[in-house]
């Protein structure tokens, strides 16, 4: 049953595919945030539907059996390519070599600068007493975390936690005064 229901829905979807450039993109289900392609089924054992990765059906279906400890990747470095000659199947070393050579990182060009950005913007924000008393006379004018977190630069989470007196607590008190003197 499992079989039939999906080389069915694999080969409606093989139908359904775009070519765009050199590749050949699925058109159907994707999962695991949007990047695998996949065939959903019926799994009567365990009462629920699964998925199934359209590459690993498609690897297997024309090259037999994945090995232990291997993968099925794309050489092209398309996540929707289903072309059967962008397929490769090895290591995860021989994954992160394809990868290298087509110039892909492990973040995107946008993904790095906004990483770039924000670990500018937090090695310049040094919190200090000053920084949590304005934090603490902003939140007594009503301003929601998030408007004090844009205002300041600081974390929204370390915001809160000024907010509450979690941290940066104004000390004083008398012991604290015999200590200054």
């Known amino acids: 049953m499992k079989a039939k229901s999906i080389a069915k829905k ?3 979807g093989m139908a359904a595919a775009v070519e765009v450039g050199d590749c050949l993109e699925w058109q159907g289900k994707f999962a695991c945030k949007g990047v695998t392609p996949v065939v959903p ?7 629920r539907t699964d998925n199934a990765p359209v590459v690993r ?4 279906a024309k090259h037999g059996p994945i090995p232990a400890g291997h993968l099925v990747y794309k050489t092209c470095c398309n996540n929707a390519c289903v072309l059967d000659g962008h397929l490769a ?3 995860r070393k021989d994954w992160a070599k394809a ?5 892909v990182t492990k973040h995107s060009p946008t993904a790095r600068i906004a990483l770039t950005l924000g670990a500018r913007r937090r090695a310049n924000v040094k919190n ?3 920084k949590a008393r304005e934090i603490r006379s902003l939140s007594a004018g009503r301003m929601r975390v998030y408007d004090i977190a844009k205002v ?7 915001v809160a936690d000024m907010r509450q007196g979690r941290s940066w607590r104004e000390l004083g008190g008398n012991i604290w005064q015999g200590l200054a003197a």
């Open 10 to 12: 694999l080969a409606a």
């Open 41 to 47: 089924w019926h799994n009567l054992e365990k009462h």
């Open 57 to 60: 059906l498609l690897w297997e």
């Open 89 to 91: 199947c090895g290591t």
């Open 99 to 103: 990868r290298k050579k087509a110039g």
């Open 128 to 130: 200090t007493m000053d």
């Open 152 to 158: 300041t630069g600081v974390h929204p989470t370390m």
